[in-house]
């Protein structure tokens, strides 16, 4: 059994009222359970960090509930019972099953689905989720298809990604699809707010509502990262001497060294880097990166933003993803080109970064130094772009 007493898993939702910023998909998903309709497969998609494979386990806990309490899970039933380690993040119960395809996602994947997917459940349903559902590989594809074709009534697959373009579309087409996005930086916020309260974490008001408020827009919507990130806070100030111990620049440098090297703040540094043409501080970034794959993606989801301020802010730019933008620093020393030049610019450098995200992904080579090549070659095209201003 997991030891784990992080405050990540400690404060796990444990019921549909627990999760913050996705109602659309909280909805749909209790519409499902009202009219007992569980569909044979799901496919949960979003970013990291947002709930897809908590909201997995949640259906899976309504639906094999055999006593709802006012359309909540009774909790004492043989079923809640048994699911309470997976929903603890502990363990998985008999009848709720997590593969992880992104360490299994090949055959020896399909096989061992084959071994089990006829046996009949405990209680109601036999659920099987796939996390990382697009590493499936494309022959495992083959075999889940058929799979989720001849397995019997009460098994039922949930499939979490955050590529559902990777996922084949022979298996798209048998999903009940829904859509977790990115969570308001206010919402995460005050729930951070929340946790740090019920831990007893004696930070004077207005400083912890800003150390919220700061973790909340540096991880950009990831609960969990979020979480994460309260977490070292919080063992930093007990390191620190305590809360009465935490002044202007205790709580400053407690910023910098904990919240401020964050992957979106890392971004935000490193294409204003760009802007500037900085090679030393992009490569300072760029060393400091733990995740090239995801530190990819966020440059990519950047430059969408800066794309969008450029053709029309009125109707493309997203107000919810303005903290991408914020610490950005675009210089007033810049070559003059008009707006259909900067956003051809901006056209090969979202290529270049396309690129760089498949080679990595593909373990082409180092992905350190695609990462270093990329930057070299935006740096060349960024030259003279003027920022939206």
């Known amino acids: 059994m997991s030891s784990d007493n992080s405050l990540a898993n400690k404060h796990r939702p444990r019921l549909f009222g627990d999760i913050i910023g996705q109602d659309s998909a909280v909805s749909t998903m209790r519409g499902m359970i009202t009219r007992g309709e569980f569909r044979s497969s799901s496919l949960l ?3 990291p960090g947002v709930g897809k494979t908590t909201l997995a ?26 699911l309470r380690p997976l929903m603890d993040g502990q363990a998985d119960s008999p009848d709720v099953i997590e593969l992880n395809a992104a360490l299994h996602g090949g055959i020896d994947l399909i096989r061992k689905l084959e071994s089990i997917v006829t046996l009949s459940p405990r209680f109601r349903y036999r659920v099987f989720i796939m996390d990382e559902a697009q590493q499936i590989t494309a022959a495992a594809f083959g075999g889940a298809l058929k799979i989720l074709e001849d397995s019997p009534q009460k098994t039922k697959f949930i499939f979490c990604t955050t590529n559902p373009e990777k996922i084949l579309p022979a298996i798209m087409d ?5 859509k977790l996005f990115d969570i308001d930086r206010m919402l995460v916020a005050k729930y951070l707010y929340k946790i740090a309260k019920l831990e007893n974490f004696n930070l004077p008001d207005d400083r912890l509502k800003a150390v919220c408020l700061a973790i ?52 935000q540094r490193y294409i204003s880097a760009l802007f500037s043409n900085s090679k030393t501080q992009t490569f300072l970034v760029i060393k400091g990166v733990d995740n090239p794959e995801y530190f990819v993606r966020s440059i990519l989801e950047t430059f969408h933003q800066i794309l969008y301020r450029w053709i029309d802010t009125k109707y493309l730019a997203d107000d919810n993803k303005n903290w991408l933008l914020r610490d950005i620093s675009f210089p007033d020393q810049l070559a003059g080109r008009n707006a ?22 593909s373990y082409m080579s180092d992905p350190l130094s695609i990462l270093q090549a990329t930057t070299l070659r935006v740096m060349r095209l960024l030259q003279g772009v003027q920022g939206p201003v």
């Open 57 to 82: 386990r949640l259906l899976a806990l309504y639906f094999n509930c055999s006593n709802l309490q006012m359309g909540e899970p009774c909790g004492t039933c043989g079923s809640c019972i048994s």
């Open 340 to 361: 259909l030049s900067n956003t051809q610019i901006i056209e090969t450098v979202l290529d270049d970064y396309c690129k760089a995200l498949e080679r990595i992904k």
């Open 45 to 47: 998609s979003g970013p």
């Open 216 to 267: 909340s827009t540096s991880t950009g919507g990831s609960v969990r990262e979020a979480i994460t990130l309260l977490d070292s806070v919080i063992s930093y100030v007990v390191g620190s001497g305590g809360a009465d111990k935490i002044d202007d620049v205790v709580q400053q440098k407690m910023l910098s060294e904990v919240v401020h090297s964050t992957p979106s703040v890392m971004v």
């Open 174 to 178: 048998r999903c009940l699809r829904l």
